[in-house]
């Protein structure tokens, strides 16, 4: 089981990014694809879930409308459209999966990605 997350940059706030999420290694449209969000100095936390068709999506309540994410299971891929970026988005982001249901709890995840930086900045 492999996921690998790309994406990341340096972007000024009010910006956008999209990040992405390939996987491999086991059936997608049947596992839940979350991103995780870990700043310096802070515990990781979960920015959002989507469920295995794509039908059900989570927030975390940070997110407040600005953030979309999405899945095709025929690409093995998921995204996450960062939007209206603040400052405090900054951290690594990391997409991670933990069987079919969504739990926005970082100690239930089993596979996790390397993470890529988002760095949001004037």
């Known amino acids: 089981v492999q996921l690998q997350a790309s994406g990341g940059g340096q972007v000024q706030p009010g910006g956008s990014l999209t990040l992405s999420c390939t996987t491999s290694g086991f059936t997608l449209d049947t596992t839940a694809l979350h991103w995780f969000r870990q700043a310096p100095g802070k515990e990781r936390e979960g920015v959002s879930c989507?469920?295995?068709?794509?039908?059900?999506?989570y927030y975390g309540d940070f997110v407040k409308g600005r953030f979309i994410i999405s899945r095709d299971n025929d690409k093995n891929t998921a995204w996450l459209h960062m939007n209206s970026l603040k400052p405090e988005d900054t951290a690594v982001y990391y997409c991670a999966t933990g069987g079919p249901q969504c739990y926005l709890s970082a100690g239930v995840m089993d596979y996790w990605g390397q993470g890529t930086l988002v760095t949001v900045s004037s």
């Open positions: 989507i469920s295995s068709r794509g039908g059900r999506t």
